[in-house]
């Protein structure tokens, strides 16, 4: 696969990584967990030189880090540049886990060792503060991140789902290499301005949920095609009025797979990677077929017709949450 680097001064990583949370929480919550098929994906996607894995803390919780760890165990962590979150708190009882943001310094700095010791690690490539805490200063939380650096538990801090605002509150402390936020052809929101002042600053940019949640794919048609205890069912974009609305977006992107020969994943993706150089989109997946599906996507040459056909696509119906 080809490479790129995390921003002007980050690790170099396949121009696509991978987002580890649904192995182990929020999609089809209803179906059993296959830990050995998701172990096998990740050391694939290593084969297949996508090297940026994503995992958190609250994703579980604890228990997809657990499996990165697992996966990476063996002597496959230095083939890996390891990313994981602090910054979201799992509280209340079974049934009713909620996560509520917890940027005190406090936290970070119990959570990088419990991370550390759930990964089997003595340091993660990159340790992003996974929201904001509006209780707590940014540069406080920030000044705990940096602190990890200083230790050698992380080489790089990154923020997610930042505003402009924020990312220049927290380099006033300590660089800032990546920014890791929701985007793809359905939501573009940080566009306008995050994504430009991360060019500028030569900050990495890290798509999640790059495929729309799997609606670009074209998998879904109704509502019904989401399986039960999915976290999906409960957004709005997802709701039959807003998915026969929406349902033309997916159209457009099957339409543009179908004219230059690759799959509707594979555009989606190969839009976001000529963002720029610094956009690592990380979809996630946890079966062999559709990970060999997206790193095609880093072959794929889109036109400037292509390009500009998807990017004249409508806002969809809906919010995000």
Request: proline share 6%; aromatic share 6%; charged share 25%.
């Given at each position: 696969?080809?490479?790129t680097?995390?921003?002007?001064?980050?690790?170099?990583?396949?121009?696509?990584?991978?987002?580890?949370?649904?192995?182990?929480?929020?999609?089809?919550?209803?179906?059993?967990r296959?830990?050995?098929?998701?172990?096998?994906?990740?050391?694939?996607?290593?084969?297949?030189?996508?090297?940026?894995?994503?995992?958190?803390?609250?994703?579980?919780?604890y228990?997809?880090?657990?499996?990165?760890?697992?996966?990476?165990?063996?002597?496959?962590?230095?083939?890996?540049?390891?990313?994981?979150?602090?910054?979201?708190?799992s509280?209340?009882?079974?049934?009713?886990?909620?996560?509520v943001?917890?940027?005190?310094?406090?936290?970070?700095?119990?959570?990088?060792?419990?991370?550390?010791?759930?990964?089997?690690?003595?340091?993660?490539?990159?340790?992003?503060?996974?929201r904001?805490?509006?209780?707590?200063?940014?540069?406080?939380?920030?000044?705990?991140?940096?602190?990890?650096?200083?230790?050698?538990?992380?080489?790089?801090?990154?923020?997610?789902?930042?505003?402009?605002?924020?990312?220049?509150?927290?380099?006033?402390?300590?660089?800032?290499?990546?920014?890791?936020?929701?985007?793809?052809?359905?939501?573009?929101e940080?566009?306008?301005?995050?994504?430009?002042?991360?060019?500028?600053q030569?900050?990495?940019?890290?798509?999640?949920?790059?495929?729309?949640?799997?609606?670009?794919?074209?998998r879904?048609t109704?509502?019904?095609?989401?399986?039960?205890?999915?976290?999906?069912?409960?957004?709005?974009?997802?709701?039959?009025?807003?998915?026969?609305?929406?349902?033309?977006?997916?159209?457009?992107?099957?339409?543009?797979?179908?004219?230059?020969g690759?799959?509707?994943?594979?555009?989606?993706?190969?839009?976001l990677?000529?963002?720029?150089?610094?956009?690592?989109p990380?979809?996630?997946?946890?079966?062999?077929?559709?990970?060999?599906?997206?790193a095609?996507?880093?072959?794929?040459?889109?036109?400037?017709?292509?390009?500009?056909?998807?990017d004249?696509?409508?806002?969809?119906?809906?919010?995000?949450?």
């Amino acid at each position: 696969m080809r490479t790129t680097t995390m921003g002007s001064k980050g690790p170099e990583v396949g121009v696509l990584g991978l987002g580890c949370m649904g192995m182990s929480f929020a999609y089809d919550m209803a179906a059993p967990r296959d830990d050995e098929t998701s172990v096998s994906v990740i050391r694939q996607a290593l084969d297949l030189g996508i090297t940026l894995l994503d995992t958190a803390d609250v994703y579980g919780p604890y228990i997809n880090e657990e499996l990165v760890g697992r996966a990476l165990s063996g002597g496959h962590r230095e083939r890996a540049v390891l990313a994981t979150k602090v910054g979201l708190a799992s509280v209340g009882g079974p049934g009713e886990v909620r996560t509520v943001p917890n940027g005190r310094p406090e936290h970070v700095r119990t959570s990088i060792d419990e991370s550390l010791r759930r990964l089997g690690t003595d340091h993660v490539d990159l340790y992003q503060l996974h929201r904001v805490d509006p209780d707590v200063p940014v540069e406080e939380t920030w000044g705990a991140m940096a602190e990890t650096v200083a230790a050698g538990k992380a080489r790089h801090i990154g923020l997610s789902e930042a505003t402009v605002d924020q990312i220049k509150r927290a380099q006033s402390v300590h660089p800032v290499t990546s920014v890791q936020s929701e985007m793809s052809l359905w939501t573009r929101e940080w566009m306008t301005d995050v994504l430009p002042y991360c060019q500028e600053q030569g900050i990495a940019f890290l798509p999640f949920s790059p495929l729309g949640k799997g609606f670009l794919t074209g998998r879904f048609t109704s509502f019904d095609d989401l399986p039960e205890d999915d976290f999906r069912r409960r957004l709005s974009r997802f709701q039959q009025e807003a998915l026969r609305v929406n349902l033309a977006i997916a159209g457009k992107v099957r339409e543009i797979a179908e004219r230059t020969g690759a799959t509707p994943a594979q555009v989606a993706l190969a839009w976001l990677i000529a963002q720029g150089p610094y956009v690592v989109p990380i979809p996630g997946t946890k079966t062999p077929k559709y990970l060999a599906d997206n790193a095609g996507s880093a072959d794929i040459e889109l036109s400037t017709e292509d390009l500009a056909e998807l990017d004249a696509l409508p806002t969809p119906q809906g919010g995000r949450y």
